[in-house]
């Protein structure tokens, strides 16, 4: 029987690992995540390399630019491509964030915030119900980092990301580092957060590192630095109370390392990975 | 329709993209969320906000300008060394222009805004031109492969038409833009018609031609066979094959049929 690649710490597959990636005899890790928006559509030597990889080893898809709360519809070719690309990567789910992109057609290229209200529930689950309607795959999302609220807040973060994945009947992708990153900048628990919250729909997490804007006294969600010790202990802490094996995904988008540097670092969260998993795994554990 | 959403959402959409947005803002948010239509909970919110709602323009500001410098080094460093670099790139972002869900678009997004706004050409005429030959390289590199063609010839025959590769491109430019250096940025004026492709180990070419082989090639690529292109500009024929063995020999031709 063949063993599950989504399972353990995989790593988000960028340009600059590329050749040496594609020059391997076969993957170094279980699973890469790729976002369609950087491939589809694209051609030259870079990009034979990424198919020669997406071809050859097992990879998630993560999207970017979907505006799931937003207004903007989505283009008749961008949803062709992104469905070609899932059929390509054979990838088991696509996922995407709980935020807005563009508004009026006007592409921020940033992850920004959902207002907290009834209002804003209501249309991420319709918009998530017809995303749903439209891709070959299921569809998971994720809860992203938010600096400030959007306007008056008629309920709470925790609240509004249950409504819209309970109301949206969606998988969850569980960022841990963005739970951290708002429990510095809003002040909670995160262990008091993700317990109320229906871990039952996690399919996949992200784990990732951040950055300390002194200036500002925040916390901001950048992939550009090695995992911190409290996401990992916050990884370790929600891992069992998931309670089944899961895929992980170590994101780098900035102050990309070397390979071996991100392959070293993955192996250490897989070893926490296991750690955490294993009284489940040997049938000693609760769930 | 949600209309609070909507209007919660453009008002931070006129805060991170409008060109005036952070000092509107900064000077007086309650005045720039209610000016939007929003209710007197949602104007303190944006007050109570108000620092970190500015972290997000900074961050779209960033997002936006993020791979300009690296696929427009020359432009880049003209206009930074005069210190109008930010007030191109933030002129951009105003015109909201970015309208693609892909990363790649912004770049060929830049070009075409330069093109139809004319930002900067009084003081720096070549800008445009400079950009786009900047921008080509990319473009050239990462064009998508076509299918491969069934029953193209090796040879180029006099009544045969040119099935170039799609990455190929002929430019004309009035600026010696293939010619800038970090050293000396600032492209001459004068004629320059390159042609530009992806050789066969998937690098980028130029090559200067001169007027008459831009113009068969032109004709060419309108789908004229050989020798109506090359006698309608009255190039000689045998040295227009030579060209065209060689061009398919790099890669930039597929064939001929």
Redesign the interface.
């Known amino acids: 029987m063949t063993k599950d690649p989504f399972q353990g710490v995989g790593v988000g597959l960028r340009r600059p690992h590329l050749a040496e990636v594609a020059a391997l005899d076969q993957s170094p890790v279980p699973f890469w995540e790729i976002a369609p928006e950087n491939v589809v559509g694209q051609g030259g030597r870079r990009h034979r390399q990424a198919m020669a990889i997406l071809e050859r080893d097992p990879v998630l898809t993560h999207g970017l630019s979907m505006s799931l709360g937003g207004f903007d519809a989505w283009e008749a070719e961008a949803l062709d491509n992104l469905r070609a690309f899932l059929k390509t990567t054979r990838s088991p789910w696509h996922s995407e964030h709980l935020c807005w992109t563009s508004y009026g057609g006007a592409n921020t290229m940033e992850l920004l915030p959902m207002p907290f209200t009834r209002e804003a529930v209501d249309h991420t689950v319709e918009r998530a119900k017809r995303l749903k309607g439209e891709l070959p795959v299921p569809f998971l999302f994720e809860n992203v980092s938010y600096y400030a609220e959007l306007g008056h807040a008629e309920m709470s973060e925790k609240a509004f990301l249950a409504e819209v994945l309970e109301g949206a009947d969606c998988g969850w992708l569980l960022d841990i580092n963005n739970v951290y990153v708002n429990s510095r900048n809003h002040g909670f628990d995160p262990k008091e957060w993700m317990e109320g919250l229906p871990l039952h729909r996690v399919r996949q997490m992200h784990i990732a590192g951040h950055w300390w804007d002194e200036a500002e006294g925040l916390v901001i969600d950048t992939h550009g630095a090695e995992v911190v010790d409290p996401v990992i202990e916050l990884f370790e802490w929600v891992l069992p109370r998931i309670g089944r094996p899961l895929p992980v995904l170590l994101e780098r988008d900035n102050n990309i390392p070397s390979l071996a540097e991100l392959l070293a670092e993955r192996e250490k969260l897989q070893a926490v990975y296991d750690r955490a998993l294993a009284p489940i795994l040997t049938g000693d554990g609760r769930g | 329709m ?1 209309e ?3 209007a ?3 008002t ?2 006129d805060l ?2 409008d060109a005036e947005g952070r000092q509107a803002f900064s000077e007086a948010p309650e005045a720039f969320a209610a000016a939007r239509g ?1 209710d007197a ?2 104007q ?3 007050v ?2 108000r ?3 500015l ?2 323009r900074e ?2 500001q960033g ?2 300008e993020d791979p300009l410098p690296d696929c427009f080094p020359f432009t880049h460093q003209i206009l930074d060394e005069a210190g109008a670099w930010t007030d191109c790139v933030q002129a951009f972002i105003a015109a ?9 678009d ?1 770049n060929p997004t830049f070009v075409a805004w330069l093109a139809e706004g004319g930002w900067g050409k009084e003081r720096w005429p070549f800008l445009l031109q400079l950009a786009h030959y900047e921008y080509i390289e990319l473009d050239v ?5 076509a299918p491969s063609r069934e029953g193209l010839g090796d040879t180029p025959g006099a009544d045969l038409r040119v099935a170039f590769d799609g ?1 190929f491109r002929n430019l004309a430019y009035q600026w010696r833009v293939h010619e800038s250096t970090e050293e000396a940025p600032v492209p001459l004026e004068g004629p320059a018609h390159l042609v530009c492709y ?1 050789d066969r180990d ?2 980028f070419e130029t090559l200067e031609v001169d007027p008459h082989t831009s113009a068969f090639l032109a004709r060419c690529l309108e789908g004229q066979a050989l020798g109506e292109a090359a006698s309608g500009i009255g190039l000689d024929l045998p040295a227009a094959q030579g060209l065209l063995g060689r061009l398919r020999e790099n890669g930039a031709v597929l064939g001929f049929s």
């Open positions: 949600a609070r959403l909507l919660l959402q453009r931070l959409a991170l993209l929003l909970a949602d303190q919110a944006f109570r906000y620092r970190r709602l972290v997000y961050l779209v997002a936006l909201r222009a970015v309208q693609s869900p892909y990363f790649r912004i590199l990462r064009w998508p492969e990455a992806r998937l690098g």
